[in-house]
């Protein structure tokens, strides 16, 4: 447990390092006055959204576990969805989310096989609806990013949808594992196995997004309503802040912001998702306002989970599942 405290110290260290960073560099004279003009009607506003997206996310969790042939209670798919905000905040590059869902699916009855299969799933339909909207996003906000043209980025964007769909078409076929057979020869054994069970889990993944695709269409719509309620989040409040919100730019923003948190290094994006906001959201709001934005949207969407998160963590587990897990 010496080992918890000490990283539940760290990460409110880093939070609350982060946040007061981003608000002192951001803040000024006009700040206060354009505070006193928030309504709080959007902070219960933008907590409905929170509660609709975690809902869906933890119905398309059921019903992903249905596909596989096994059956969880709406209760243990919130378990699952909240064991993922805690433990990825806790761990670098979020990869202890993963595990925890692992676990916690295990808890519910869902062998280990088919508990890491349906975690990859989960994280691929998320990734796949995000890609979709790539070309949305330029279409509404074609100088997103400078010097690229919205020919060059829809393009781009055609091209990755591309590579997802040849990728999912590789992985059916044997190919994928004589190549990683021929490429990791030199390997050691450890570090070779664990490739391997990565292929393993991916290809795995890939037949079950294909073995039901009505059901899996259905997923993928719920995975698509839980981002998107989530990604509501920030234009709910912008409008509190008495902005006149632009909903398209807005959300191909925050879509944008969260394919790169996906591939963030830090702690549940840590750093990166505060200072993307900031660079992604400043010409949005009024000035000095943007760094407290940021820092009520990230203790809303990411914090708050994280709280309940670990209050479900030790009421399933107990304390010591966090003594034997935070490594």
């Known amino acids: 447990m010496i080992k918890f405290y000490q990283r539940l110290i760290l990460l409110l260290l880093l939070v609350a390092g982060i946040s007061s960073i981003v608000i002192y560099f951001t803040v000024d004279i006009h700040t206060l006055n354009h505070l006193d003009r928030f309504q709080s009607w959007s902070l219960v506003l933008a907590l409905v959204f929170l509660i609709i997206g975690l809902y869906f996310d933890g119905i398309r969790l059921m019903h992903l576990v249905s596909i596989s042939g096994e059956k969880i209670r709406l209760i243990e798919a919130v378990h699952v969805v909240f064991s993922n905000y805690f433990l990825a905040l806790l761990t670098p590059g979020a990869a202890g989310g993963a595990v925890a869902q692992v676990l916690f699916l295990r808890k519910a009855g869902v062998p280990t096989g088919k508990a890491t299969v349906l975690i990859v799933v989960r994280t691929l339909l998320s990734i796949f609806f995000l890609v979709l909207c790539i070309p949305v996003v330029f279409y509404y906000d074609p100088n997103i990013i400078p010097g690229l043209s919205?020919?060059?980025?829809?393009?781009?964007?055609?091209?990755?949808?591309?590579?997802?769909?040849?990728?999912?078409?590789?992985?059916?076929?044997?190919?994928p594992y004589y190549w990683l057979v021929a490429l990791t020869k030199r390997f050691s054994h450890s570090y070779r196995r664990r490739i391997f069970l990565t292929y393993r889990d991916i290809r795995g993944a890939v037949f079950m997004l294909s073995s039901a695709p009505i059901s899996m269409c259905k997923v993928f719509?719920?995975?698509?309503?839980?981002?998107?309620?989530?990604?509501?989040?920030?234009?709910?409040?912008?409008?509190?802040?008495?902005?006149?919100?632009?909903?398209?730019?807005?959300?191909?923003?925050?879509?944008?912001?969260?394919?790169?948190?996906?591939?963030?290094p830090t702690p549940g994006g840590s750093g990166i998702a505060e200072g993307g906001f900031v660079f992604l959201f400043s010409s949005f709001l009024p000035s000095g306002t943007v760094g407290i934005a940021a820092v009520a949207w990230r203790i809303i969407v990411e914090y708050l989970p994280f709280i309940i998160g670990l209050y479900f963590t030790i009421k399933v587990f107990g304390q010591k599942f966090l003594a034997n897990h935070i490594k």
């Open 221 to 264: 719509i719920e995975s698509a309503i839980s981002l998107l309620a989530l990604y509501s989040v920030v234009p709910v409040l912008f409008m509190g802040m008495g902005v006149a919100v632009n909903i398209p730019q807005i959300m191909g923003r925050m879509i944008l912001l969260n394919i790169l948190l996906y591939f963030a």
């Open 150 to 175: 919205e020919n060059v980025l829809t393009l781009v964007s055609a091209l990755l949808f591309a590579l997802i769909l040849g990728m999912i078409g590789l992985f059916r076929t044997s190919l």
